[in-house]
């Protein structure tokens, strides 16, 4: 099958992004590529974050798993917020976990990690979820206009989907992106009509308004592979239901 010149364009962006974190010692990863990276700074850029008004009204917050974005999930724990958190790899018929701030049994900094919710979170189907205010992602590399890769399976894009398809994702809800300076490339992304672009991206030294955001509205089954469609059981029922 020949290669889809649209996705080399998105890895050769991923490479130049995961080779300068590395050649900058930007990271904690003893390999950053292939992985969202997991960057220094990650704690200012979540403290950066908290003074914006998107967040101090922000209730709700959708989180990804991601250990970049772990300042995150523990701040908004920690000032009352409800986070829905990821199952990694949408892995679960439920696919998301429940942290509700009221009802923990252990501290913020552990009930945010991925390993400790998997144990003490229930998780819930997507039609369970309450309307978002806030919707964190991790990202490989974003534009200033809001363009942005993952590592290249497409959870994020996938979850937004489902997320919109649920009546879940509202025109005030805001989408952001927690990175190192180093990931705002000035290499122009390429998207297609299911990738999420964000509001914000919000780096340890400065916070990025991105103009007119991509909101995709709903699943483009059309996209989809039969594999990975069956690989997500949330996305599966739904085509069945549909």
């Known amino acids: ?59 709700v917050v959708k989180a990804v798993p991601d250990r970049a974005q772990l300042p995150v999930r523990v701040k908004a724990l920690e000032e009352g917020k409800t986070v829905y958190m ?47 205010d806030l919707i964190i992602l991790g990202s490989v590399a974003v534009h200033r206009d809001g363009a942005r890769i993952g590592k290249g399976a497409g959870y994020s894009d996938i979850e937004f989907a489902l997320l919109s398809e649920a009546g879940l994702v509202a025109p005030e809800t805001i989408v952001v992106t927690t990175v190192h300076a180093l990931q705002v490339t000035e290499t122009p992304i390429p998207t297609t009509e299911h990738d999420v672009s964000v509001d914000l991206i919000v780096t340890p030294g400065e916070t990025i308004v991105c103009p007119d955001p991509r909101r995709p509205s709903g699943v483009r089954w059309g996209d989809l592979t039969p594999e990975k469609i069956a690989a997500i059981p949330a996305l599966a029922a739904r085509r069945i239901a549909g």
Do not use: C
């Open 86 to 132: 990821a199952v990694p790899k949408l892995a679960t018929l439920k696919p998301f976990y429940l942290l509700d701030p009221t009802a923990l049994t252990v501290p913020p900094t552990e009930a945010a990690t991925s390993r400790i919710a998997a144990t003490i979170a229930p998780t819930v189907e997507v039609d369970a979820l309450r309307p978002l």
């Open 1 to 59: 099958m020949a290669a889809n010149p649209l996705d080399e364009a998105k890895q050769a962006v991923r490479t130049q992004v995961w080779d300068t974190l590395t050649t900058a010692n930007a990271v904690h990863d003893s390999s950053v590529h292939g992985r969202i990276p997991d960057f220094k700074g990650s704690e200012e850029a979540a403290a950066r974050l908290a003074t914006l008004p998107a967040w101090r009204t922000a209730s």
